[in-house]
């Protein structure tokens, strides 16, 4: 069966610190990926999806920026947060119609 | 244009009562259609998923919906609410040739004993 795994689970980053956030999938090949966020009061936001290595596409202009360097893997990153970055970030996969989640990792910019 | 629009920000319900939760759609084309059920500091979990066969679709834990193509809608119910059930629900679509969902603004239920 298929895993989703994000981490770090939780963080808390001051401003101006860089950042990195891992999502890997198991048990699937070739899937779609998406990174999303959730603020308090504005629902999911898409951020990127990916249908391929190397393929990213940026659903709102940001400091943010994703990378998929391996088939499974999705990175998401940042070379300066801003405290509006913070929030709980959700990776998800696809192969066919339905997108399944990850467990999240909270994000909090001081 | 397309979206996708849930009534309700709140819905408070008492244990052993009907869970009723609205979703409706705009699209020319009937889109696929998901509810999800998000946990405080969890990630979503697919309650349950229309891809245009059966109207009704039944999902996990005791929750149905109802796709209705004339009233552009996917409500989802449950019989008896149980105290598990307290969560923030979202209703989500995939609109025809897109990869993306897009989803509703939630729905946080809270079950009273």
């Known amino acids: 069966s298929q895993t989703i795994h994000q981490w770090p689970a939780t963080l808390v980053q001051p401003v101006g610190s860089p950042l990195s956030l891992e999502c890997t999938v198991e048990g699937t090949s070739n899937p779609n990926l998406y990174w999303y966020r959730q603020a308090a009061g504005r629902g999911l936001q898409l951020l990127f999806y990916s249908v391929g290595i190397g393929q990213i596409s940026s659903e709102v202009p940001q400091n943010l920026s994703a990378s998929r360097p391996q088939d499974r893997q999705f990175i998401l990153s940042s070379k300066k947060l801003l405290l509006s970055d913070s929030g709980f970030y959700l990776c998800?996969?696809?192969?066919?119609?339905?997108?399944?989640f990850g467990p999240g990792t909270r994000l909090t910019v001081l | 244009a397309q979206s996708v629009t849930q009534l309700g920000s709140h819905v408070s319900v008492s244990e052993g009562a009907l869970v009723l939760l609205r979703c409706n759609y705009s699209?020319?084309?009937?889109?696929?259609l998901f509810w999800y059920v998000q946990y405080p500091n969890q990630g979503l979990q697919l309650l349950l998923k229309y891809t245009s066969a059966a109207t009704l679709v039944k999902g996990i834990n005791g929750f149905e919906a109802e796709f209705k193509k004339s009233e552009t809608s996917f409500h989802l119910t449950k019989p008896s609410a149980h105290m598990s059930d307290a969560a923030e629900y979202f209703c989500?679509?995939?609109?025809?040739?897109?990869?993306?969902?897009?989803f509703g603004a939630g729905t946080t239920v809270t079950v009273r004993a």
């Open positions: 998800a996969w696809s192969t066919t119609d339905t997108q399944y």
């Open positions: 699209s020319s084309v009937p889109p696929y």
């Open positions: 989500a679509v995939r609109f025809f040739n897109d990869y993306k969902l897009s």
